[in-house]
């Protein structure tokens, strides 16, 4: 008596290993490693950071304001490249600079040096966030082009003249710390903070606004009174 041997289903092919974004800590870690040894111009830098190393350029730029004492001047200039960066997000094209500035070479030695010491704070800010999470505040058309608004309108709060207010300055550059973090890693409870950051900066500033009017119609009502 003969006997068919059951066909055996071919077994599936394995799965292909998700592809995984580097760390913010590894993005900047390999931009140290590839920098040339004497110099290297701005324009040659701005490229090999690509689109995601500028919002990585702007989370440094903010570091500084982490104080509750605003810096005259410096937010000012800091927010307007910050505002650059998202407006050229924002826009879909690449970050312009003058051709002059462009071509302008850059210390590697001094650059390195504050890379590393950026990187240090970088790895502290990777502990508070994870990539991916909460994806659905963090992708897509409608939800990324309100979070790229957020971040230039942060920007702008930045640049805010409150002159020695404090925390004038300190507000804004939280939110704009946790928009640049969320938008590099996807990470929705990151730009989630940020949210509340910028929130709360336009309600402390409505206040500063408010009572600064009080005050000064109290004293046209003194003196004019």
Known sequence: ???????????????EPLAVNPSLGEQLQNLIDTLPEHSIELG?????VGDEGL???SLLLVLVFLIPVSIPGVSTVFGAAILLIGLSRLSGRPLWIPARLKTRPLPAA????????GLVWVHRLERISRPHRVPSLAQGRLVGLFNKLAFCTAALLLMAPFGFVPFSNTLPAIALLFYAIGLIQRDGVAI???????????????????????ALGSLLKTFGG
Not at 44 to 48: A, E, G, P, T, Y
Not at 110 to 117: P, Y
């Open 44 to 48: 040659s830098l701005l490229d090999r």
């Open 192 to 214: 989630l903070l940020g949210h509340a950051a910028q929130i709360a900066t336009v309600i402390y500033f409505g206040v500063l606004i408010g009572g600064g009017g009080l």
């Open 110 to 117: 001094r650059l390195r040096g504050a890379l590393e010491a």
């Open 1 to 15: 008596m003969n006997t068919q041997s059951s066909p055996t289903s071919a077994a599936p092919p394995p799965e």
């Open 55 to 57: 919002l990585l350029l």
